[in-house]
T-cell receptor, first 115, second 115 residues
Framework: AQSVAQPEDQVNVAEGNPLTVKCTYS??????LFWYVQYPNRGLQFLLK??????LVKGSYGFEAEFNKSQTSFHLKKPSALVSDSALYFC?????????????FGRGTSLIVHP | SAVISQKPSRDICQRGTSLTIQCQVD?????MFWYRQQPGQSLTLIAT?????????ESGFVIDKFPISRPNLTFSTLTVSNMSPEDSSIYLC????????????FGPGTRLTVT
């Protein structure tokens, strides 16, 4: 089975400060990991992914995430938050040995960046 | 990447009626996915639709309630039948996750309110 946890319903950060949105996962094999962002009244947009290779992955809009196999984590980070980063963020995991194309999504974390 | 459009973007429907949601992709894809996103919750996969075959439904979803059509490689419809207020959700169409495109791409969603 595969599962993903986003332990924080909401993260608040001041504009210009670094931000972290947490994600931990569980798979039976090796993971494919993803972050998506959902702006109000919009569908989900792909931000970044970890498939293999470097543990630090860079994505759209200045976001990055670090794959940590020992801690089974894939936290999303950005060095300097913008008010426009305020949105709902979803982590997703897929087991690459399962032979399935279907990821499991976390419950989402609402990021609020204060001016 | 893929560009996905959905119709309608939102609707308010009466209990007991049905609504058909359309999903159009700008390129040919083998698999299309339908998700439900209830208020404050994560994404739940309803079914996977392959062209030329019957859709595969996830546990808790049945064809009589959510019939799906997939007449060609760029189009699909999801019908929400005999609606009740519990069906009030955002319904999302998605493609991707197969082959070289590990990530998924989502339509803007259909916001359904059942009164």
């Amino acid at each position: 089975a595969q599962s993903v946890a986003q332990p924080e319903d909401q993260v608040n950060v001041a504009e210009g400060n670094p931000l972290t949105v947490k994600c931990t996962y569980s798979v039976s094999g090796n993971p494919y990991l993803f972050w998506y962002v959902q702006y109000p009244n919009r569908g989900l947009q792909f931000l970044l992914k970890y498939i293999t290779g470097d543990n630090l992955v860079k994505g759209s809009y200045g976001f990055e995430a670090e794959f940590n196999k020992s801690q089974t984590s894939f936290h999303l980070k950005k060095p300097s938050a913008l008010v426009s980063d305020s949105a709902l963020y979803f982590c997703a995991v897929r087991d690459n040995t399962r032979g399935s194309y279907i990821p499991t999504f976390g419950r989402g974390t609402s990021l609020i960046v204060h001016p | 990447s893929a560009v996905i459009s959905q119709k309608p973007s939102r609707d308010i429907c009466q209990r007991g009626t049905s609504l058909t949601i359309q999903c159009q992709v700008d390129s040919q894809v083998t698999m299309m996915f339908w998700y439900r996103q209830q208020p404050g919750q994560s994404l739940t996969l309803i079914a996977t639709a392959n062209q030329g075959s019957e859709a595969t439904y996830e546990s808790g979803f049945v064809i009589d309630k959510f019939p799906i059509s997939r007449p060609n490689l760029t189009f699909s419809t999801l019908t929400v039948s005999n609606m009740s207020p519990e069906d009030s959700s955002i319904y999302l169409c998605s493609v991707g996750g197969t082959g070289q495109s590990y990530e998924q791409y989502f339509g803007p969603g259909t916001r359904l309110t059942v009164t």
